[in-house]
């Protein structure tokens, strides 16, 4: 039979080809067509069976699979860097969270995955799997430096810098998903962030979105001790029996991360044909702990290694990633024969592929598969000598002594990316001084920002961001106030769930620089008191608040969005000295309250009488939270219908959070 | 006042001075003169007090102090990658000692720390702290490639490849110091291997060359928790307690691992001013264990970084060393602000220098130290991009993002080692070539050997090697043997300890294949027996015998050597099927022993009744064991003296090891 023509033929070098046997060929060569590998074998096999016009010599090389990064966030390698050795939340919601609220944007997106891009192709990667905002941007940048990509588009119930709320998110994907469907190089996806970032509501409409277009649905599972905790206080169970409460397990799930599950959930989540992204650099440097890998392995999960976001990494090497996690698996276990260095190239290689749901098409060298693989040089220093006695040396000899630079050349889908080192698809010296621009940029507003109330709050520690939407109305009662409300709550459609006394002591710290999510922050006591007065408990609590009204719905229903809190254990002197406000005022009053159940939903209806500064009426406030742009909006309405209960009202007004600026009119 | 006058001053780089404080010049500059570093300063503060003929110009690059590597053994660089991913008795007893043992000569010595320095110098080192055989060779080959290095002659029990005995160790580590002490580059030291790799004669001696030369003390300290456990059961105390005892705390201490060390041997250690040797990624690949190193640096201990040896680590990369020092700290101790990148890398400069008791010397850059630097570029994609808000940013860059490749020049004393990452001292064609010439002997070695006895008896586990010297002499007597020992035994220097019976049915293997030290294999089943004859209790053991004689004393006093043992849980028939012998032999007997005391020192007397090959005579058998070459040839005149007890003896022969060998004359 006369030779069949190839586009081209990688002859001469050692080929691992990763397969399932973990077949060698020394010396091998692998023929590639349209972009596919059409056969790997013996030099002579193929040299026989094929002819090309470009025929690579690749001796003394050793010819491999890509690379393939489980789990990423590509733009964030712009954040790089910007922030470490930090506690997670002063690192997340003083660091990372404002600056992207700021920076992200397509623009900072294109060129963060381009960052993001060159480096992997460097290192060896030649796909990755995402998850970030204006993934859509992910996506093209990645198509254009012709990298294998599986995008998510992230989904939480927090506002995000593409999406005002979740429901804006989710139609952003939906869109997102339709126009990269099929496309050669772009695996689209739904990335909820998290259980935990998530409502039920996102849970479910990303799974319908995943269903629907069949394609993977891509989560963090279990990252901390404190998400299993809080999942286990909250909702009564772990975190992966929640998700699959919710249908993700009856997606295509990558789940990234998975530190803290237990042999049950190990299991439910191999039964369901998960992938699992096991980042060991970023669970050792937030210190989230170490991964069950090993019992994943003999659970039979489809394990892949990710790098994490290099905001967290700080890095986007997979050798290195593959090292550590051969390294952590026997250091963890106690067993030096867990994860042999083969095994951990395979969980990088085809196994990373299963992962995240594309083994069928890449992740080894085989007739059939996409011609995504790199060249390597092991003829280092540092990779000398080389003992060939076991031929499955040659693993031991790239995970443990190999280093990324030692990639020569990298080639996705038939197209090289990388040629003696060289980036053909991207501009890196363009790269790196839009980069070190814009790294300008994020400085100045850290610098400007570093003095700022949320900042300090952050350091203080305890700090959690309150739901996204608050609706309130407020409006004033006479003297009867008390038996107002009381006949109102007698109403059949409201169930009073609790009722409580307060007295609150509220001292007001203004800035001079204010931030749009930090106007002003509020000490309160909180002074629990009995029907006679008598004081049975006290809490006090800092709240950081915003733009005081975001926007206002009909009926003087008013929308507020941005408030953190954090419990305050010291004196309320401390915290004058430490914020160092430029003024401040203080707001008395006794609190009555109810917690209602009205047509199914959650209200607090307060009544307020104000001691300082004195006022002679009663204020009556109706108010609900929600992570929903569309809840609030119900919620909105449910306020109007609700108003009328309480009958004669003197005046339904626009006074917002609190009674701060009510002392002008007293 | 006129600019002195310099040999280079390095100008306009971020200068990173590891000092105290962690002063940083941006941009900087360094004057050297001499190997020494005469000024630190901005750029303006050094051109304006010296000039040179040298100026380089390190625009954008970071001058830092070169990276101390606290532990090492250079040579073992040419056993990377032989043998990973194994329990740890297969890897040292199946690969590591019997290469050692064949390959392992001034040549190999000299050729694997070519290699090693070549890959530190590269990767950003500048002075190591080595422990490794025929070390008088290892401490002129990094003096001739202009690396300085503390170099530790390795004592231990056993034979080594560059000693018969340890006080020939003792005795070459002697004059190693003699020549060397005061030399501008290398420091020597003695190294006894570990304490259970030493006997108490081994300690003191040691402790005293370390203090007469006023030299560093490097030994491994608790590696394994099973050196703790072994530690406990033999000695009563842990490790750092009994290396105390021995007095290892009052020379200047360097400890390698101390990962299994609790508060009070932190608190020993540190009093002591002891160093550590922390080897994170070693101690992660051979799952011993994840050292306490926060809580070593919150004792105020001295803490360097090691790569520890090629063979089991498998690099020298000190920039991945350090990464994951910092990243384990945070992942151990569950808190992501342990160790920060600052802190990590002063372990690998300036701490690292105090910890190897150099830190007079060199680890940071300040006057009066010596010119051990590096320059490093942070220009490439994996660097990008670069905060620049928070000064100490530059360390969680190196650290977190750094790669060794990132390194563009090494200097030493003064002397340019790499320039533009091309080696100056050493030839690196030359070295590779001559690296994989010995790894094609050593994997032929290999290949000859992975059938050989004692490779097999590893991988059934629980191998022992025994003392290295046995004494031993054989004498036949008449019917009236046993009232003939029994009055021998009632002499007033002799101490009966223990009286045993036993029977003994040994099958002896044989192979076509010799090896030296695995001549035989014996499997044993000792049956203990009461006075009436009931069988009390069995156990099973095999035992792979070399040499039948190495050396005869005179009155027929025999020496041997070289033999292991195993517990043996599996059937006879599954030893025979699993060794595969060539032959085997059987000898029954049934043996009296004593284990008697005879002026102070213990021998074991065995009088032996042969039942197969059935004789007529009784055998007197009186041995003993040691570790020490001189121990052996006093208990080999004690043993003649001792003979002399028995009376009349019908003949005093040679018969070695059992009485395989007697039935050509039976």
Known sequence: MPPQHVD???????????????????????????????????????????????????????????LVNAHTHAPMTLLRGLADDLRLDVWLLGYMMPVEREFVNPEFVRLGTRLACGEMIRSGTTCFADMYYYEEYVAAAAADSGMRALCGATILKYPTPDAYSYQGSLRRCRDYIEHWLGNALITPAVAPHAAYTSTPEILYACVELARTYLIPLKTHVAETAQEVTDNIREHGMRVVPWIEKHGLLDARLIAAHCVHINEDELNQLASAGAGVAHNPSSNLKLASGMAPVRR?????LNVGIGTDGAASNNDLDMVEETRLAAFLAKGHSGDPTALPARDALALATRQGAHAIHLGDQIGSLESGKKADLIIVDLGELHNTPRFVRDPDGIYAQIVYSGKSTDVVHTM?????????????????????????????????????????????????????????????????????????????????????????LYRQYDTYFFFDTVEPDAERLRFREDQIVSERGEVKDARNRLTLIGHSSEREFPGAVMLSRARYMAPADKSLRFYQEYFQPSSTRQVDKERHRWRIRYRTTDFAINL???????????????????????????????????????????????????????????
Chains 1, 2 share one sequence.
Not at 30 to 35: D, F, L, W
Not at 296 to 300: C, F, I, K, V, W
Not at 446 to 466: A, M
Request: hydrophobic share 40%; with cysteine.
């Open 8 to 66: 081209r033929i990688l002859a001469n070098g050692l080929v691992l080809t990763m397969n399932c046997a973990f077949v060698l060929y020394s010396p091998g060569a692998v023929a590639i067509r349209a972009g596919e590998i059409v056969d790997v074998g013996s030099v002579t096999e193929i040299s026989e069976s094929y002819q090309a016009d470009d025929v690579v010599d690749c001796q003394g090389l050793v010819i491999m699979p890509g």
């Open 296 to 300: 994943m392995l003999e659970t039979g």
């Open 412 to 500: 996705v889908n038939g197209q090289w990316l990388m040629r003696n080192r060289q980036l053909l698809t991207l501009n890196e010296n363009e790269i790196v001084a839009e980069a070190r621009d814009l790294a300008h940029h994020i400085d100045r507003f850290l610098t400007k920002r570093e003095s700022s109330p949320l900042s300090k709050l952050l350091v203080i520690g305890g700090v959690k961001q309150e739901e996204s939407f608050e609706v309130q109305v407020k409006g004033r009662l006479g003297p009867d106030a008390l038996n107002q409300v009381k006949r109102a709550l007698a109403h059949p459609e409201v169930t009073v769930v609790k009722e409580s």
């Open 608 to 666: 307020d009488r104000l001691a300082q500064p004195a006022m002679p009426c009663y204020f009556l406030e109706i108010k609900s939270r929600t992570w929903s742009q569309h809840d609030a909006q119900r919620k909105a309405d449910l306020i109007i219908e609700l108003i009328t209960l309480f009958g004669e009202i003197d005046t339904v007004e626009t006074i917002p959070d609190g009674y701060v600026d009510l002392d002008h009119e007293a």
